[in-house]
C-alpha cells in the first residue's frame, strides 16, 4: 500500500481523503482507526470529569447496574449503557459477553479453557472471560 502526504495551507481545518481500488478490511480498519482518535468517551472518577479517547479504553464492563471503563491509568464510570456503547465502537471493540466489551488492541492471547470459557489475557496482565455463546461473534471480527 502506498501512503504519501500532500500539505495544503487552504484548508480551513484537515481533511483525510483515501483513494483505494476498493474498500475491503484493511481500509476500513484505517478508517476506524483515524474516526477513533479523535473520538472521546466522558468517564467519571472521583467527581472529576475526564475526555477520554476511544482508542485508549481496554474495555467497558458493567457491574452493580453501573458502566466502567478501563485505560491502563484508572477506571472511570461511564454514562452510556453496553448497547449503546456498542453502537458507536469502532471495529476493533468485541462484545464478549453480556457485561463486557473490550478492544482487541489491547488484547495479548486468547486461550481455550475444559469448560468452554475463552480465556482472554490483555497486555497489562489483566484477564477477562467469554463464554462460547460469543465465540462465533469474536472469530468474525478476528477473521
Known amino acids: 500500500m502506498k501512503v504519501t502526504f500532500k500539505k495544503n495551507e487552504q484548508l480551513e481545518s484537515d481533511a483525510i481523503v483515501l483513494h483505494a481500488k476498493e474498500k475491503n478490511k484493511e481500509i476500513e480498519t484505517i478508517i476506524d482507526y483515524i474516526t477513533t482518535i479523535s473520538k472521546t468517551i466522558i468517564g467519571k472518577q472521583n467527581n472529576c470529569n475526564f475526555s477520554i479517547p476511544i482508542c485508549d479504553y481496554i474495555n467497558f ?83
Open 61 to 143: 464492563y458493567s457491574s452493580q447496574k453501573n458502566i466502567y471503563g478501563t485505560t491502563l491509568e484508572k477506571e472511570v464510570t461511564i454514562s452510556y449503557r453496553l448497547y449503546e456503547l456498542e453502537a458507536i465502537l469502532p471495529a476493533n471493540f468485541v462484545r464478549i459477553s453480556n457485561t463486557e466489551i473490550i478492544n482487541l488492541n489491547f488484547v495479548s492471547d486468547f486461550s481455550l479453557t475444559n469448560n468452554g470459557f475463552i480465556l482472554i489475557t490483555f497486555k497489562n496482565g489483566k484477564k477477562s472471560s467469554s463464554s462460547r455463546r460469543f465465540l462465533k461473534k469474536i472469530k468474525e471480527k478476528l477473521l
